[in-house]
């Protein structure tokens, strides 16, 4: 999966913030993306690309 080009969409798609990063110590790149989306987007990577949810990692740094 191209982690620019998925970038790129979520921010369309989801009126969002992205940036792409390399994994550190590990081969790839992750897709961070800033604001209220988690939910669909987790949907859209289930649902469009066949993720499985266990390798989707969320850090909400909203909540208390």
Same mark, same amino acid.
């Given at each position: 999966?191209? &982690?620019?080009? $998925? &970038?790129?969409?979520?921010?369309? +798609?989801? &009126?969002?913030? /992205?940036?792409?990063?390399?994994?550190?110590?590990? =081969?790839?790149?992750?897709? $961070?993306?800033? !604001?209220?989306?988690?939910?669909? $987007? /987790?949907?859209?990577?289930?649902?469009? #690309? !066949?993720?499985?949810?266990? #390798?989707?990692?969320?850090?909400?740094? /909203? =909540? +208390?």
């Amino acid at each position: 999966m191209d &982690a620019e080009a $998925l &970038a790129s969409e979520s921010q369309k +798609k989801f &009126a969002c913030s /992205t940036s792409v990063a390399e994994l550190p110590g590990k =081969k790839g790149h992750e897709v $961070l993306v800033q !604001g209220g989306v988690i939910e669909d $987007l /987790t949907k859209h990577l289930v649902d469009q #690309y !066949g993720i499985p949810k266990r #390798y989707i990692e969320v850090l909400d740094k /909203t =909540k +208390k």
